[in-house]
């Protein structure tokens, strides 16, 4: 066993010599080992350095890429879409707070004055934000003109990480369904609205659809459910104004 040799030590007895050949015969095999592992390394990068270099590029050249990509082309074409939509969120907004509604919302749609509409601004600037948002404006217009399946379509192409736009978005579907006669995808969608926000505006409404929906299926048991929510979370909501009414015909028909 090797031991450690205080510096000018030299060994007395022919034991202690035979360790010390042995302790630098195993050193000298270390360095040698690494000496050639060295050397293989060096052989592989001086076979491969075409190769090695060549990937290193590409990263280099893949993450250049993206930022260029994000800085000289993403966001002018996101700008210039945020641009080209003000036009069609003024007849939208306008829609929806004035008269001429069905006007306004053909115009937030299709454009007008030489503006994009909602559907122009989908088809020119597609994967961007705002392509995303005018997915819900157009969404949103087809539902207040009565054609739900487009309304269907453009909402469900719609995502958003606001919780109340999202749960807006999702409780419309529901509302289209429901216009379909497609009751059972219109719970389904007033439950997703449901959960994707809870708030004093979109909860109660959404419980409140949910539960008239699924008592209208006589699945009783769950409009209970959403119906004592509204009772016990909501009770100061205008949807909780008759929400004994609806609780009791639910508690009769279990």
């Not at 022919?14 to 052989?43: H, P, Q, R």
């Not at 879409?81 to 919302?105: C, H, I, P, T, W």
């Not at 937030?108 to 122009?120: H, T």
């Not at 109340?164 to 219109?186: E, K, T, Y």
Request: aromatic content about 10%; hydrophobic content about 40%.
């Amino acid at each position: 066993m090797a031991t450690y040799k205080k510096r000018g030590y030299k060994p007395k007895t022919d034991k202690e010599k035979v360790e010390a050949i042995e302790d630098n015969s195993t050193t000298a095999g270390v360095f040698n080992t690494l000496d050639e592992s060295a050397s293989k390394t060096e052989e592989w990068v001086a076979n491969n350095q075409k190769y090695i270099f060549g990937a290193v590029a590409f990263v280099a050249i893949l993450i250049l890429g993206v930022l260029g990509y994000n800085k000289f082309i993403a966001e002018p074409k996101q700008q210039e879409a945020m641009n080209e939509m003000f036009k069609a969120q003024q007849y939208f907004d306008q829609a929806v707070n004035g008269a001429e509604k069905d006007s306004l919302f053909t115009m937030a749609l299709n454009g007008g004055e030489g503006k994009f509409g909602m559907l122009d601004i989908i088809e020119e600037y597609g994967g961007t934000p705002a392509a995303n948002m005018a997915n819900y404006y157009a969404g949103m217009s087809y539902l207040n003109l009565k054609d739900y399946p487009n309304a269907v379509k453009h909402l469900g192409e719609f995502s958003s990480d606001d919780m109340m736009l999202n749960a807006i978005s999702r409780g419309a579907i529901g509302d289209a369904f429901v216009q379909l006669n497609q009751p059972d995808d219109a719970l389904e969608y007033y439950e997703k609205a449901i959960s994707a926000s809870t708030n004093d505006f979109t909860t109660p409404l959404y419980l409140l659809k949910a539960g008239k929906l699924a008592l209208s299926l006589n699945n009783n048991g769950k409009a209970l459910k959403f119906l004592e929510r509204i009772k016990n979370e909501f009770s100061k909501s205008t949807e909780a104004a008759n929400i004994d009414v609806l609780i009791g015909k639910a508690q009769a028909q279990l």
